[in-house]
Nanobody, 118 residues
Framework: QVRVVESGGGLVQAGGSLRLSCAASGSILSINAMGWYRQAPGKQRELVASITSGGATNYADSVKGRFIISRDNAKNTVYLQMNSLKPEDTAVYYC????????????WGQGTQVTVSS
């Protein structure tokens, strides 16, 4: 019943910006950590950024100083502000949420495509 849905992807020129959103809905007591992952063709899925319920953040070295993760606990939503985008940022971006309900489990979104042109 719990759904995790990403939005905000698209095509942007190198040096531009995009803001991704991920909203969780359904039978949710609370959400622990939320994170953004990405997967490019021929590569493994990798962690881009994560944020705890208390606001502590972690970033992949490749995006430090360019991306900012934030969340709105009242809306069960996490955001990823992506600045100074590079062609190597091109990937499908996935949201993951650690859902607390009757049990605690991870739920993935369907992904949103980000394409950065040169």
């Amino acid at each position: 019943q719990v759904r995790v849905v990403e939005s905000g992807g698209g095509l942007v020129q190198a040096g531009g910006s995009l803001r991704l959103s991920c909203a969780a809905s359904g039978s949710i007591l609370s959400i622990n950590a939320m994170g953004w992952y990405r997967q490019a063709p021929g590569k493994q899925r990798e962690l881009v950024a994560s944020i705890t319920s208390g606001g502590a953040t972690n970033y992949a070295d490749s995006v430090k100083g360019r991306f900012i993760i934030s969340r709105d606990n009242a809306k069960n939503t996490v955001y990823l502000q992506m600045n100074s985008l590079k062609p190597e940022d091109t990937a499908v971006y996935y949201c993951n949420a650690q859902i607390v309900g009757l049990t605690t489990y991870n739920r993935w979104g369907q992904g949103t495509q980000v394409t950065v042109s040169s």
